[in-house]
């Protein structure tokens, strides 16, 4: 049975950090992509960042870009969200996603092409 289980989430002030963390289990790493997903209320959930596990290549959202970091910790299965240098405006529900998808796909950062998420965790910035 394939599960995903985010922890990490919080309260921090704008120019904080947080590091996000997604366990996962149940998954064969071929062709796996994983990611990191947000929404934020009366919003559509957005892409934040991918990894296509097997090779390495990473994708932000460029709202994120050299603010936060995927990165993933193969021995233990689990994928990681550094948020650097939070705003406001990053405030959401943080979904961790995966799926088996080419790597083109996975670059694409497209949620409707997951089928496993977790349960999601929380991010607050307050203004």
């Known amino acids: 049975r394939v599960q995903l289980v985010e922890s990490g989430g919080g309260s921090v002030q704008a120019g904080g950090s947080l590091r996000l963390s997604c366990a996962a289990s149940?998954?064969?790493?071929?062709?796996?992509?994983m990611g990191w997903f947000r929404q934020a209320p009366g919003k559509e959930r957005e892409a934040v960042a991918t990894?296509?596990?097997?090779?390495?290549?990473?994708y932000y959202a460029d709202s994120v870009k050299g603010r936060f970091t995927i990165s993933q910790d193969n021995a233990k299965n689990t994928l990681y969200l550094q948020m650097n240098s939070l705003k406001t405006e990053d405030t959401a529900m943080y979904y961790c996603?995966?799926?088996?998808?080419?790597?083109?796909?996975?670059?694409?950062?497209?949620?409707?092409?997951?089928?496993?998420w977790g349960q999601g965790t929380q991010v607050t910035v307050p203004s």
């Open positions: 996603a995966a799926d088996y998808l080419a790597q083109r796909s996975c670059a694409s950062m497209v949620a409707g092409r997951f089928s496993y």
């Open positions: 149940g998954f064969l790493y071929q062709r796996l992509c």
């Open positions: 990894v296509y596990t097997v090779s390495g290549p990473t």
